[in-house]
């Protein structure tokens, strides 16, 4: 074999830092150990993986061809030596969540992954679809959980669970004794939505087609909970996912308006790169997210 492991966790230690000493940094070792691996593996090869400029390589087109390869059979290789030492320890499992289901549904599985494997770590980065993607693609994230419709070829794109937004207002809100709307008062009435990039923006979009350059969109918001509140002052009617209403609407804080001409169903789903070897934990992460019964939440 012509290349080691070690030289492939410095090349996709540059790839991620676009930086030698950055990537020694991160894998413990000297810069020069590190230049030297990385010298060696396009050496033996006769190969450039990466355009240097200055200080900052950048991945060129051959690395980024070669690096979902490399990342696939390091992670590989990792799990078979952890099969072979037989620890008992989980790895690190890195997910990624939209912010309806990072606020109000990963936490919860987290718990159950946790109690489950003693030791076990589990990071959580709460996003929007956007940048979710952009993190599951460049091997940041493990796993991916998005609200938002999605097609991409190096993406693997599994249906999780159904979901549905709902249109809301104030219980003081006149809406909220007429308690529906037809597109003249969608047309009238302000509205607060979540910000152009998420998954429950692009459904309200969908949903609300032909209509939308017609809305009077008053405030757009990145969290859902400061939605919640500024509709809750009055502001404005809102949409969200039933997930993170269901507890205001138990309260009568907020109060639901049907729109029976427009279609709010929607997917939850799992995104993972194509490339990425589906460890244990990984796949004993989406089996808990599947065991979560829809009704609890």
């Given at each position: 074999?012509?290349y080691?492991?070690?030289?492939l966790?410095?090349?996709?230690?540059?790839s991620?830092t676009?930086?030698?000493t950055r990537?020694?940094?991160?894998l413990?070792m000297s810069?020069?150990a590190a230049?030297?691996?990385?010298?060696?593996?396009?050496?033996q090869?006769?190969?450039?993986?990466f355009?240097?400029v200055?200080k900052?390589l950048?991945?060129?087109?051959?690395?980024?061809?070669?690096?979902p390869s490399?990342?696939?059979?390091?992670?590989q290789?990792q799990a078979l030596?952890?099969?072979?030492s037989?620890?008992?320890?989980?790895?690190?499992?890195?997910?990624?969540?939209t912010l309806?289901?990072?606020n109000?549904?990963?936490?919860?599985?987290?718990?159950?992954?946790?109690?489950?494997?003693?030791?076990?770590?589990?990071?959580?980065?709460?996003?929007?679809?956007?940048?979710?993607?952009?993190?599951?693609?460049?091997?940041?994230?493990?796993?991916?959980?998005i609200e938002?419709?999605?097609?991409h070829?190096?993406?693997?794109?599994?249906?999780?669970?159904?979901?549905?937004l709902?249109?809301f207002?104030?219980p003081e809100?006149?809406?909220a004794?007429?308690?529906?709307l037809?597109?003249?008062?969608l047309?009238?009435?302000?509205?607060?939505l979540?910000?152009q990039?998420s998954?429950?923006r692009?459904?309200f979009e969908?949903?609300m087609?032909g209509?939308m350059?017609?809305?009077?969109?008053?405030?757009e918001?990145?969290?859902?909970?400061?939605?919640?509140r500024?509709?809750e002052?009055?502001l404005?009617i809102?949409?969200?996912?039933m997930?993170?209403?269901?507890e205001?609407?138990?309260?009568?804080?907020l109060?639901?308006?049907?729109?029976p001409q427009?279609?709010?169903?929607?997917?939850f789903?799992?995104?993972l790169?194509?490339?990425?070897?589906?460890s244990?934990?990984?796949?004993?992460?989406?089996?808990?997210c599947?065991?979560?019964?829809?009704?609890?939440?």
């Amino acid at each position: 074999m012509k290349y080691s492991f070690r030289q492939l966790e410095v090349f996709l230690a540059v790839s991620h830092t676009e930086n030698i000493t950055r990537a020694a940094q991160s894998l413990s070792m000297s810069q020069s150990a590190a230049s030297s691996a990385l010298k060696d593996l396009e050496g033996q090869f006769s190969i450039q993986l990466f355009d240097r400029v200055g200080k900052r390589l950048q991945l060129n087109e051959l690395g980024r061809l070669l690096r979902p390869s490399a990342q696939a059979l390091l992670e590989q290789a990792q799990a078979l030596e952890h099969a072979f030492s037989q620890h008992l320890t989980p790895g690190l499992l890195k997910v990624g969540a939209t912010l309806t289901i990072g606020n109000y549904l990963a936490v919860g599985i987290m718990s159950r992954y946790m109690n489950e494997h003693a030791g076990g770590r589990v990071t959580l980065d709460v996003a929007n679809t956007s940048r979710v993607v952009k993190q599951v693609l460049n091997f940041d994230l493990d796993i991916g959980l998005i609200e938002g419709e999605l097609h991409h070829p190096d993406l693997d794109i599994i249906p999780w669970r159904e979901d549905r937004l709902v249109v809301f207002c104030a219980p003081e809100h006149y809406l909220a004794e007429i308690g529906h709307l037809d597109d003249t008062r969608l047309r009238q009435t302000p509205w607060i939505l979540r910000e152009q990039g998420s998954g429950t923006r692009q459904t309200f979009e969908r949903a609300m087609h032909g209509l939308m350059p017609e809305l009077d969109v008053r405030l757009e918001l990145q969290h859902t909970e400061a939605i919640k509140r500024a509709v809750e002052a009055g502001l404005g009617i809102g949409c969200l996912s039933m997930v993170a209403l269901r507890e205001a609407f138990r309260r009568g804080t907020l109060v639901p308006l049907a729109v029976p001409q427009r279609d709010f169903r929607r997917h939850f789903y799992f995104i993972l790169h194509r490339h990425k070897y589906r460890s244990a934990g990984i796949q004993r992460w989406i089996e808990l997210c599947k065991e979560q019964p829809v009704a609890s939440v």
